[in-house]
Nanobody
Framework: VQFVESGGGLVQPGGSLRLSCAASGFTFSTYTMIWYRQAPGKERELVATITSAGDSTFYAGNMKGRFTISRDNAKNTVYLQMNSLKPEDTGVYYC???????????WGQGTQVTVSS
């Protein structure tokens, strides 16, 4: 199992970024996909989820309305469009898959998002 996250960077408050996560080593289309983030000094937290068919999404906290999760099962890739970014969105963003209540054991290197003026 492998996850390769990309698309992070330094952005000013109010800006946008689009993250990508390329997955391999498992049957991507049968897994709910999840974006997590880990802020400096804090535990990893859930950001957004999308069902295997992409027909239902969930957003945590104040991400709803600013972030959009999507997926392309033909490309084994999940995306996170982030708009109206705030300094508190700063952190390392990771993706993972979940099926039958279990998250995959492998983690990628994540992609760093820094929101600062």
């Amino acid at each position: 199992v492998q996850f390769v996250e990309s698309g992070g960077g330094l952005v000013q408050p109010g800006g946008s970024l689009r993250l990508s996560c390329a997955a391999s080593g498992f049957t991507f289309s049968t897994y709910t996909m999840i974006w997590y983030r880990q802020a400096p000094g804090k535990e990893r937290e859930l950001v957004a989820t999308i069902t295997s068919a992409g027909d239902s999404t969930f957003y945590a906290g104040n991400m709803k309305g600013r972030f959009t999760i999507s997926r392309d099962n033909a490309k084994n890739t999940v995306y996170l469009q982030m708009n109206s970014l705030k300094p508190e969105d700063t952190g390392v963003y990771y993706c993972n898959g979940r099926r039958y209540g279990r998250t995959l054991d492998s983690w990628g290197q994540g992609t760093q998002v820094t929101v600062s003026s």
